[in-house]
């Protein structure tokens, strides 16, 4: 590709940017018709494709995206330096908290304001948005993830446009265009794949929610189709203009790449539409089940159209597959750790009915659990809904010994004082408060060390698994059953509330 393209080579590592090819090497056109007609040569191969453009849009891609990730980092940094200042500045004498009670300046606090923690409009935030009681169809951004957003289709829209147009032949044109969607929806099935795990490295790297994530993966992922199915549609112009609608068929029918190409299109346009939000409320484990599964067929058919053809793009979908099939590994590695042991066999699960419609679910995992506040898990209960994995906040967990009862003893639930004691009875029950808090103390210290972790969650019962565990609860003699299941996590609550 001559000087230029070494020097883009220096930008990114080679894993990302993809290897040089000849023109000739590229193959698996399929029959081609009417070889005297001047689109002809650009229904197939690199001819007319502008892979110097291709090669310079991705790699502004992946800087756009290395600086996001940099900006998100120095932020964070910057919160946990004041927040450290102001601690410590706080921890002596009262006066000197004054600098911290008020705003030294407005700017950073018109910043959050308008811009950082802003709804999109004037009060609808993060908000679930309905055009009826019955239709849900999705849910606002902030101000600040709505600019993010506007700004990376901006930018693939532009770079889809950025054509040489002098060009006299229209074909070569539209395979220029054709080159382009290509590549950046290769490109783009990366964070499309990446934004959407739950381990995914960024989170606790830039203390950024798994929701802003998710959120950024169906915009990604509406890129990626969009540019697809354009990708496919200059394809078939082209064709249809070499040797009609014949042509199309035949090479359809003749090569595997455009088989598989095709295949992954129909399936992503697909799942565009079953990813609609009012679809994706209204049945969403089955949505969660053959999302996954039509995702998994159209990564094999976008891999299989370019390795048929040799295209130079198969390193990206080696890398989608890659992240993926580690995310997977880390989580079935860490489901069966906490769940499953030689010593104390599988998690038991008790089901507890509640008042309102709502269960109680404690899962008494065989190993000690971090767990931290603010943060959720998923939990598995495979006699109630199979493999299928659902979403719950930690309403609290204990850590506790194997063959220990928990420990009833709680702070809240010692002796309270009366209002109407006298000082001789006050200071009497300040002496048995302070004899309870030793007992408490005592009773910590000669425990048996935990060497498990009790958790429980609140399902209250909506549809699905969850009205499915509540009436079988309901239905128990006493209110309460026991199973077994797993749960995977804890994912979430990266704010220290740390004083």
């Not at 540019?227 to 014949?246: C, K, S, V």
């Not at 992503?268 to 079953?274: G, H, P, W």
């Not at 793009?313 to 880390?330: D, H, I, K, N, S």
Request: aromatic share 12%.
């Amino acid at each position: 590709m001559g000087q230029d393209h070494d020097r883009i080579s220096l930008a990114m590592p080679s894993m990302l940017l993809p290897r040089d090819v000849p023109e000739s090497s590229v193959h698996d056109f399929g029959y081609l018709g009417n070889l005297s007609s001047k689109a002809n040569p650009f229904t197939h191969g690199l001819t007319g494709v502008d892979q110097k453009g291709n090669y310079l849009f991705v790699n502004i891609l992946i800087w756009t995206f290395a600086c996001i990730c940099l900006f998100s980092l120095i932020y964070r940094f910057s919160k946990m330096f004041n927040a450290h200042i102001r601690h410590m500045f706080t921890m002596g004498r009262q006066d000197q908290q004054s600098c911290w009670s008020q705003n030294q300046t407005t700017i950073w606090a018109n910043i959050k304001k308008h811009l950082l923690y802003a709804p999109l409009f004037r009060s609808r935030h993060n908000r679930e948005f309905r055009i009826s009681q019955a239709v849900n169809v999705g849910t606002l951004p902030s101000r600040f993830h709505t600019l993010l957003l506007l700004g990376y289709f901006s930018c693939n829209i532009a770079y889809c446009l950025v054509l040489n147009g002098s060009k006299e032949n229209s074909a070569a044109v539209l395979a220029e265009f054709r080159g382009r969607t290509g590549v950046l929806a290769a490109f783009n099935l990366i964070p499309t794949v990446l934004f959407a795990l739950r381990n995914n490295p960024l989170i606790p790297l830039l203390k950024v929610s798994y929701d802003t994530f998710n959120l950024f993966h169906r915009w990604t992922a509406r890129i990626f189709v969009l540019e697809a199915f354009l990708h496919t549609l200059a394809w078939a112009i082209n064709a249809t203009q070499a040797g009609g609608f014949i042509q199309l068929q035949r090479s359809l029918n003749t090569s595997g790449s455009y088989q598989w190409g095709m295949v992954a299109t129909v399936v992503y346009m697909f799942v565009l539409l079953q990813a609609c939000s009012p679809l994706r409320h209204a049945f969403y484990e089955t949505f969660l089940n053959l999302h996954r599964l039509l995702v998994l067929v159209g990564l094999i058919g976008v891999y299989l159209h370019l390795d048929k053809a040799g295209l130079p793009q198969v390193p990206y979908l080696q890398l989608v597959f890659t992240l993926w099939g580690l995310e997977g590994a880390w989580r079935v590695y860490r489901i069966l750790y906490y769940n499953l042991s030689a010593r104390h066999g599988i998690t038991k699960i008790t089901v507890e009915a509640l008042p309102s419609e709502a269960c109680r679910v404690t899962f008494d995992l065989v190993r000690p659990w971090s767990f931290r506040p603010g943060c959720h898990v998923h939990a598995y209960l495979p006699t109630i809904a199979l493999w299928s994995s659902h979403p719950f906040s930690v309403a609290w967990a204990e850590p506790r010994a194997a063959n220990a009862e928990s420990l009833d003893i709680e702070m809240e639930k010692l002796p309270s004082h009366s209002t109407s004691s006298t000082l001789a009875s006050t200071a009497t029950g300040s002496k048995s408060a302070a004899a309870a808090t030793s007992a408490f103390a005592a009773a910590l210290d000669a425990a048996p060390e935990a060497d498990r972790t009790s958790v429980s969650l609140i399902m209250r019962a909506q549809t699905g698994m969850t009205r499915t565990l509540y009436n079988r609860a309901l239905a128990a003699p006493t209110g309460v059953f026991s199973t077994w299941g797993a749960i995977e996590g804890p994912y979430g609550g990266h704010e220290s509330l740390a004083s």
